[in-house]
């Protein structure tokens, strides 16, 4: 374990108390008030050390406070990851002799996108797609992590590292937007009814799921010598398993749609629920880790409790979706309420950004007070956000593609292990579930459960983990969920192929 | 008085933000200084409006006072990362001039519209260089260089200070929905006008390099200009024909697209020398009057306009700094009130001597005075140009920027409210003209 007893990454006075001087921490020691490093020390803002009382030595220390439970060694960002992360370069000008170059290749990647664009939206080609049975494959995205991949190779240069800076912002933006939509889309009125079976279904499928992929990534990653007992008191590893298991936890909305045409629409309305019970173990799994993983650094300049952090961004959830509210309540015209959400979805993920908060969390909060507040902005905002969700999700894909550590073996390696234990996990949860009489669905649809696709907020969770922890094994996380997400399209599609065309959606779909 | 509580609170919370953290990730900071500045500016906009001012005032009003200069909200690292938005926006806020600009309604207006612009960019640039030269007794940089390098250096100012703003112009028309002769010329002179600074700044500043001493001599401004200019057409047919492809064969995902080509010509524009704006605008130009899909192009562009006015004033607000605008306020002043006396002057004599309506001539010269992106663009292209004249060449470009950003829209405004023209449509997005076929391609 690389961390330090005290949390803060601290086996010098320094780490802990950055403001304090080494010789200023050497005189507390010759007087006695010195804090052993081990003990957590609060930072100097927060409690100033109070002047030495020679008769009663013991009364000048100062009160011990809880360090974060789970604190992070401090690590570098991660090569891939770096250039959305650091500040965008002013843009070098092109030599001379090197812009007929630039030009031509600007002109042809904007063709080819053309090009593509049109092709995807040519009947011939999507029968085509259906034929040899890929369509799944590019309604999930993979030519445009394709793309990313692509257009990021030295060669081809269009998404270089101050581009990618630059877009940085976007992916930001991006999260927020997703955490708005899946906090939305809990209106509490569509969860009236739930009943006990069906919560009990979803912890199944929930939990189930969660313990495999963890239990799976343990055996994988352990390593040769170590015991595994002593691997779950890494920090770092239990952060990865966590968020690699939060991911496996969920599924895309879409699931009622793919059930068998058979299916009774109350049963398809069930797993709807269920569907939604699952995002919201998603984002408290990612709350969880966000609240008490914290990153290492100064960046931050209070230290708190795990706990606290936890309902800071529950609070800071629950203010900006009362501003939200308030503002969009103002807006008078189709085109303010636009400026409105776009500008209250990216202040309300930048200022989680900020505060190391998970932007996800944080929106998805804001989201669920804005949907069961009353009033006639609702459906504008939902058609607000409709209408970028697929733009922006096929952006960020684009952009993954482009951060896709290509060369992380691990995460190759942790794709199968994701999906299989994944699958495993859901069809246990799945039978236990129709054991206890807590999910009514025949075989067929619960094969459908097993192998549901993972969807984008599964994607966006691991984004996020890799946003808050850019250096380290986390980018394994996020190679295993977007492959996994994207092998797991394919095994949905293995399982449908054959079958007469899914049901219609019980509810919108996402 | 909700907006103006709605602002405290989002000051407070930034306030809050900034104690709490000594700064998140690049990303998130920027996340978070381009929500605020969008909510920032609009609710400012709205207060403005209600005082019956232009809501781009108050948005670059916005910019100014939560940026680094007053308040710091919105620090110069987030302002400089917000350059790429500003970039888009500037793109799309020309292809929405372009597809603005029917050939066919404007032809009527050409000489009005030339005279104005030759008159107007030839004379004020003259008249401010003439301020600048008299008043170099007051300016450091100026005073100590010879006549003929000071007249050289006051030349190069003055092109770049009688810069128009095509953005405040196609704003503040989409603002008031105004249309009609006034609002037709003055769109037609600001963007000619644009052509011709930026020709002129080429070729004043190498003049000025020449007369200074510093390398770069009239070959190097003429490939320049070529490259810029012819570049920048060109790369404005292939933009119109990748556009109208998209529209007519593709559709599906038009505004992804959309944005996705005006980041493109925002981001590799200015890295290979070209002008995004006129790119962008021979674009539009190109897609309204040789296609029939101006409409549909002018609706995409427009149904994001709202946001792209507010981030782009806002931004370019927040680049002023009016700290520095007190020590050189004489010069500022005198330079404000010269810029905008000839230009009124050369307005009316364009239009007199052209034949134009008695409103064109009463009216449309006011819209030459506002000042936004080309001309701040040239102002900081001018001190990087000629570093060794220091802060206080800066400080008097930027501070007429300045004055005329914050203070010129609302006189255009007036104008276009007394003019009557304000209020003639009630979309953008204007019908195409009764004679021209449904689908023909050539309706110019």
Same mark, same amino acid.
């Given at each position: 374990m690389?961390?330090?007893?005290n ?7 320094e ?7 080494e010789a200023?921490?050497a005189a ?12 957590p020390? @609060?930072t100097?803002d927060?409690i100033p050390?109070p002047?030495p009382?020679?008769a ?6 100062? $009160?011990?406070t ?6 992070l ?15 965008p370069?002013?843009?070098?000008? $092109?030599?001379p ?7 031509i ?7 080819l996108l053309l090009?593509l664009?049109?092709?995807?939206a040519?009947?011939a &080609?999507?029968r085509f ?6 369509s ?5 995205g993979?030519?445009f992590?394709?793309l990313?991949m692509l257009a990021r190779?030295?060669?081809?240069g269009?998404l270089?590292?101050d581009?990618?800076a630059q877009?940085?912002?976007v992916?930001?933006?991006g999260?927020?937007?997703?955490g708005?939509?899946?906090?939305f889309r809990?209106?509490?009125?569509q969860?009236?009814?739930?009943d006990?079976r ?5 912890a199944l499928?929930s939990? *189930?799921?969660?313990?495999? /992929? ?7 990653l ?6 595994i007992a002593e691997?779950?008191r ?6 990865d ?5 939060t991911?496996?936890?969920m ?8 059930l068998?045409a058979r299916t009774?629409?109350a049963?398809?309305?069930i ?13 408290l799994?990612?709350? *969880? /880790?966000?609240a008490?993983f ?5 960046a931050?300049?209070?230290?708190l409790?795990?706990?606290a ?10 203010l900006?979706?009362?501003?939200v ?5 103002r ?14 979805v990216a202040?309300?993920s ?7 908060l998970?932007s996800?969390v944080?929106?998805? /909060?804001?989201?669920v ?6 009033g006639?902005?609702?459906a ?5 956000l409709d209408?970028?969700?697929r733009?922006?999700?096929l952006?960020l894909?684009?952009i993954?593609g ?6 992380s073996?691990?995460?190759?390696l942790?794709? @199968? ?6 699958v495993?996990g859901r069809?246990a ?5 129709f054991r ?6 025949d075989?067929g649809?619960r094969? &459908?459960?097993?192998v549901a696709p993972v969807?984008?907020?599964a994607?966006a969770i691991v984004?996020n983990?890799?946003l *808050?922890?850019?250096?380290?094994s986390?980018?394994d996380?996020?190679v295993a969920?977007v ?11 293995a399982?449908?192929?054959g ?9 919108p779909?996402? | ?5 709605l602002?405290?609170l989002?000051?407070g919370l930034?306030?809050t933000?900034?104690?709490?953290s000594?700064?998140g990730q690049?990303?998130a900071?920027t996340?978070?200084?381009f929500?605020?500045?969008?909510l ?5 906009g709205r207060i403005?409006a209600?005082a019956?001012?232009?809501k ?18 919105v620090d110069a ?5 917000l ?8 793109s ?7 597809t603005?600009?029917r050939l ?9 519209i ?6 107007g960019?030839?004379g004020g640039a003259l008249?401010?260089a003439?301020? &600048?030269?008299?008043l170099?007794?007051? *300016?450091?940089?100026?005073s100590a260089l010879?006549a003929a390098?000071?007249a ?13 703003s ?6 503040l ?8 002769p006034v609002?037709?010329?003055?769109l #037609?002179?600001v ?5 011709f ?6 070729l004043?500043?190498?003049?000025a390099?020449?007369?200074l #001493?510093v390398?770069g001599?009239a070959r190097?401004?003429?490939g320049h200009?070529a490259?810029e200019?012819?570049?920048?057409i060109v ?7 990748l ?11 038009s505004?992804?697209f959309?944005l996705?080509?005006a980041f493109v ?6 890295r290979?020398?070209?002008d995004p704006?006129?790119?962008s605008l021979?674009?539009?130009?190109? &897609?309204r009057?040789l ?5 549909e192009?002018h609706?995409?562009?427009?149904g994001?306009?709202?946001p792209v006015?507010v ?10 700094h009016l ?5 050189v306020?004489l010069?500022v002043l005198?330079?404000v ?7 009124l002057?050369?307005g009316?004599?364009g ?6 309506p ?11 005075l506002?000042q ?7 102002a900081l292209?001018?001190t990087?140009?000629f570093p060794?004249f ?5 400080a /008097?470009a930027?501070g ?7 203070v010129a829209?609302a ?6 409210v ?5 209020g003639?449509t009630?979309a ?5 003209p009764a004679?021209?076929p449904?689908?023909?391609v050539?309706?110019?």
């Amino acid at each position: 374990m690389e961390s330090t007893a005290n949390g803060n990454g601290a086996g010098s006075p320094e780490a802990g108390h950055p403001e304090r001087s080494e010789a200023a921490f050497a005189a507390e020691r010759s007087r006695g008030t010195a804090t052993p490093t081990a003990t957590p020390i @609060p930072t100097p803002d927060a409690i100033p050390t109070p002047a030495p009382i020679p008769a009663l030595p013991n009364f000048t220390e100062p $009160i011990p406070t809880r360090p974060p439970p789970r604190a992070l060694p401090p690590v570098a960002p991660n090569n891939a990851v770096a250039p959305i992360l650091q500040p965008p370069e002013p843009p070098e000008a $092109i030599s001379p002799r090197q812009r007929p170059g630039v030009v031509i290749r600007t002109i042809l990647g904007l063709a080819l996108l053309l090009g593509l664009a049109y092709a995807a939206a040519h009947p011939a &080609v999507e029968r085509f797609e259906r034929r040899i049975g890929v369509s799944h494959l590019v309604t999930a995205g993979l030519p445009f992590i394709a793309l990313g991949m692509l257009a990021r190779m030295p060669m081809v240069g269009v998404l270089s590292d101050d581009v990618l800076a630059q877009l940085g912002p976007v992916l930001r933006l991006g999260l927020g937007w997703i955490g708005f939509i899946v906090g939305f889309r809990l209106d509490a009125r569509q969860l009236t009814g739930t009943d006990e079976r069906t919560v009990a279904t979803a912890a199944l499928l929930s939990s *189930l799921p969660f313990v495999a /992929v963890v239990a799976a990534a343990a055996a994988v990653l352990v390593p040769a010598a170590g015991p595994i007992a002593e691997r779950f008191r890494d920090p770092v590893f239990l952060r990865d398993a966590i968020v690699l298991g939060t991911a496996a936890s969920m599924t895309a909305a879409t699931v009622p749609q793919l059930l068998p045409a058979r299916t009774p629409p109350a049963a398809a309305a069930i797993v709807g629920r269920i569907v939604r019970l699952e995002e919201i173990a998603g984002i408290l799994g990612l709350a *969880l /880790v966000a609240a008490y993983f914290r990153p290492q650094g100064d960046a931050v300049t209070w230290r708190l409790p795990g706990t606290a952090w936890l309902m800071l961004t529950a609070g800071a959830g629950t203010l900006l979706g009362l501003v939200v509210l308030v503002l969009l309540r103002r807006a008078r015209s189709g085109a303010e309420f636009s400026v409105l959400t776009l500008g209250s979805v990216a202040f309300s993920s930048g200022l989680a950004g900020y505060l190391h908060l998970s932007s996800v969390v944080v929106c998805f /909060v804001a989201g669920v007070l804005l949907a069961n507040f009353p009033g006639s902005q609702k459906a504008r905002f939902r058609g607000v956000l409709d209408l970028l969700e697929r733009p922006i999700h096929l952006v960020l894909l684009v952009i993954l593609g482009a951060l896709w550590p290509t060369r992380s073996v691990t995460g190759w390696l942790l794709i @199968p292990v994701f999906v299989s234990a994944r699958v495993l996990g859901r069809w246990a949860g799945a039978k236990a579930a129709f054991r206890i009489g807590a999910l009514d669905l025949d075989e067929g649809a619960r094969r &459908v459960i097993a192998v549901a696709p993972v969807g984008s907020l599964a994607i966006a969770i691991v984004v996020n983990a890799q946003l *808050l922890y850019p250096g380290g094994s986390i980018a394994d996380a996020v190679v295993a969920v977007v492959g996994g997400a994207l092998a797991t399209e394919a095994l949905v599609h293995a399982v449908h192929r054959g079958r007469p065309a899914p049901r219609a959606a019980p509810e919108p779909s996402p | 008085m909700i907006d103006a509580v709605l602002l405290a609170l989002l000051a407070g919370l930034m306030h809050t933000a900034r104690t709490f953290s000594a700064g998140g990730q690049a990303a998130a900071g920027t996340s978070l200084g381009f929500g605020y500045l969008l909510l920032t500016a609009f609710l400012s906009g709205r207060i403005f409006a209600a005082a019956r001012l232009p809501k781009l005032t108050g948005y670059i009003a916005a910019g100014v006072v939560v940026g680094p200069s007053v308040l710091g909200f919105v620090d110069a690292t987030v302002v400089d990362n917000l350059q790429i938005v500003n970039g888009i926006a500037v793109s799309l806020i020309a292809l929405t001039a372009g597809t603005e600009l029917r050939l066919d309604r404007v032809r009527p207006l050409a000489r009005t519209i030339g005279l104005t612009t030759a008159l107007g960019v030839f004379g004020g640039a003259l008249a401010i260089a003439a301020t &600048v030269f008299l008043l170099r007794g007051h *300016l450091a940089f100026l005073s100590a260089l010879p006549a003929a390098q000071a007249a050289a250096v006051a030349l190069v100012l003055g092109v770049v200070l009688v810069a128009q703003s095509p953005a405040v112009v196609v704003a503040l028309s989409d603002e008031l929905r105004a249309d009609g002769p006034v609002t037709r010329v003055v769109l #037609g002179v600001v963007v000619l006008a644009d052509l011709f600074v930026i020709v002129l700044f080429a070729l004043a500043s190498a003049a000025a390099k020449a007369a200074l #001493g510093v390398a770069g001599g009239a070959r190097i401004a003429v490939g320049h200009i070529a490259w810029e200019l012819l570049g920048s057409i060109v790369a404005g047919f292939v933009l119109a024909a990748l556009l109208a492809a998209y529209l007519r064969w593709v559709r599906r995902g038009s505004t992804l697209f959309l944005l996705t080509a005006a980041f493109v010509v925002a981001e590799v524009g200015q890295r290979i020398g070209f002008d995004p704006l006129l790119v962008s605008l021979t674009a539009g130009v190109l &897609v309204r009057n040789l296609t029939a899909l101006g409409d549909e192009l002018h609706e995409l562009v427009g149904g994001a306009s709202l946001p792209v006015y507010v981030i782009f004033f806002a931004v370019t607000g927040s680049k002023l700094h009016l700290a520095d605008v007190p020590p050189v306020a004489l010069p500022v002043l005198a330079i404000v009130a010269v810029r905008a006396a000839s230009l009124l002057a050369a307005g009316r004599a364009g239009a007199r001597l052209a034949g134009a309506p008695p409103e064109v001539a009463r009216w449309a010269p006011y819209g030459l005075l506002p000042q936004a992106g080309v001309a701040l663009a040239l102002a900081l292209l001018f001190t990087r140009a000629f570093p060794e004249f220091g802060g206080e060449a800066s400080a /008097v470009a930027l501070g007429v920027v300045a004055m005329n950003e914050l203070v010129a829209p609302a006189v255009y405004r007036l104008a276009l409210v007394r003019s009557g023209e304000a209020g003639r449509t009630h979309a953008r997005a204007t019908p195409a003209p009764a004679s021209a076929p449904p689908r023909a391609v050539g309706n110019g």
